[in-house]
């Protein structure tokens, strides 16, 4: 605006010694004229392109962004304009309005992979219902009937015998034998229903549970934990080593319960071949927290180690334990936006990581 103040300043000046000049020389009112209309043509081309440079390119720029934005294109970034005007406090509130998008959407994504990962649970749930559960209650079915049947027995032996001292010794047969046996048949399965209903609510309360984020002193943790452990570390001969670990932020009581999986975990699959050894390490990289619980039991292989984190999936059956361990961890960690993986060998042991967000 400098210049075009000075341009005009100028045009005005010639023409004011024009004029006073005006009955000295005509002709140089014409050249003055000529002069003083080209100062104004370049005055309005200046005004012209400042208001180019101040307005239109600006708003060209929002039009594009907007396109970009209705394109589904996301974290955009309008060149800033520090300027208090219309078109500056426009500029700020559309790149504030992106800024609200990509954070719904960012939002909208992470509800639909939750969305996903809870339909899979909910297959998987429906798969147990209809298929693990359904199988003791079709053994407490049948071994009902099994019983009932040898009670109708007794009563057809009772009604029909007139020697008493053989009718007396099918009955304890019956009694002593086949009936108990029924019995304990029918406890096993509303046994393992017990413990497939109760792991379905272990399950479910990592899922209802709300995170109280906080600052957790992992090396102060994972000691009560081995504490915790001492009896079995003890008697299985496991020595343990536990590095200096690197704080994070998470749910205490959460991470603990992440920390007691892996530790139970490793002491249930060691092998009879070695003297077992745990270390617990964790370090920092980038914007995340990595632990990592290592062992040399028995290991798993590759073709188990995509499935081990699914509900009631155990490596060894023989092994005692509802097959739910890892599948809270991976729940746990999940909900503090982490992630869990592992590097394992059969007959060489496991490394079992997980990664935690660094607060921002």
Known sequence: MTVLFIAVLIGSIALFVIQVNFNENRALIQIGFIFYLVVVLLTIMLI???MVIRIVIPLK???T???RVSAGERNLRITELKRTDELGVLSNTFQKMITDIDASNRL???LNEELTEKNKDLEQIVYISSHDLRSPLINIQGFNKEILNELKEIREILDQSSDLSEAREKI???LDEDIPEAFTYILSSTQKMDLLLNALLKLSRVGRSSLSLGPVDMNQLVAKIVRTFEYQIEEAAISIQIDDL???MGDESMI??????FLSNSIKHMTNDRPGKVRIHGYIKEDETIYCVEDNGIGIDKKYQE????LFEKVDIDKAGEGLGLTIIRKIIEKHKGSVWLDSSPNKGSKFFISIPSPK
């Open 48 to 50: 012209g392109r400042s």
């Open 61 to 63: 720029e929002l039009a």
């Open 65 to 67: 962004i907007a396109s």
């Open 108 to 110: 909208v994504n992470d």
């Open 172 to 174: 304890i047969h019956l």
């Open 246 to 248: 690197p704080s994070c």
């Open 256 to 261: 603990d319960q992440v920390f007691s999986n």
């Open 307 to 310: 499935r081990i984190f699914n």
